[in-house]
């Protein structure tokens, strides 16, 4: 199997800070990743696929980079709606994997 | 807009099996997606379970492989997952997915870019006696 190892595990940031969360997969897996954002009590929601292809409707303060076995998420300016857990997930082979989730929290 | 709904029971007795139904509406079920199954159990993070497409290929995470079976009634529009000899350890919030894909063409080579686009609400299974 492959594994997702998120970092940081916990973050801890202002509204308007630049944020970045990285992803890094036990081996290579071209750019076929995905990010999503989840809140308390909701189901996970993509945001970012193919490495760094925006879904419709998803704020372009959100991007997405990276290739091989390293990606990261990054979020240009926190808004209050983004204090969420963030999760990477690897779409190159079976079985799918989740990275272990990166906890956006208001400083 | 494809939206899709799980039900079934919210408590399941250990060494009993788990039984869950995702109905999908605003869209067929035979369109080209493979539907899948995502379970988070509390406090924890997301672990995918497997997936179906509408002819009945199936793909099952090898940790729960053995105990898995998901398969899809066209004529109700819904597919279904479950789950055997169920202990504490699957006590989750279980989540109904449709996996949509990207086709990118490059010197000639097709590549598939799947990803986890639209996902139900969620329920909550719990395994006690």
């Known amino acids: 199997d492959i594994q997702l190892t998120q970092s940081p595990s916990f973050l801890s940031a202002s509204v308007g800070d630049r944020v970045t969360i990285t992803c890094r997969a036990s081996?290579?897996?071209?750019?076929?990743l995905a990010w999503y954002q989840q809140k308390p009590g909701k189901a996970p929601k993509l945001l970012i696929y193919a490495a760094s292809t925006l879904q419709s409707g998803v704020p372009s303060r959100f991007s997405g980079s990276g290739s091989g076995t390293e990606f990261t998420l990054t979020i240009s300016s926190l808004q209050p709606e983004d204090f969420a857990t963030y999760y990477c997930q690897q779409l190159n082979s079976y079985p799918r994997t989740f990275g272990g989730g990166t906890k956006v929290e208001i400083k | 807009q494809v939206q899709l709904q799980e039900s079934g029971p919210g408590l399941v007795k250990p060494s009993g099996t788990l039984s869950l139904t995702c109905a999908v509406s605003?869209?067929?079920?035979?369109?080209?997606?493979?539907w899948s199954w995502v379970r988070q159990p509390p406090g924890k993070g997301l672990e995918w379970i497997g997936e179906i497409y509408h002819s009945g290929s199936t793909n099952y995470n090898p940790s729960l492989k053995s105990r898995v079976t998901i398969s899809v009634d066209k004529s109700k529009n819904q597919f279904s997952l479950k789950l055997s000899s169920v202990t504490a350890a699957d006590t989750a919030v279980y989540y109904c997915?449709?996996?949509?894909?990207?086709?990118?063409?490059?010197?000639?080579?097709?590549?598939?870019?799947?990803?986890?686009?639209?996902w139900g609400k969620g329920t909550t299974v719990t395994v006690s006696s």
């Open positions: 081996q290579g897996i071209s750019s076929y």
């Open positions: 605003g869209g067929s079920i035979s369109s080209s997606n493979w």
């Open positions: 997915a449709r996996v949509n894909k990207l086709v990118t063409m490059v010197q000639g080579v097709i590549n598939y870019y799947y990803y986890m686009d639209v």
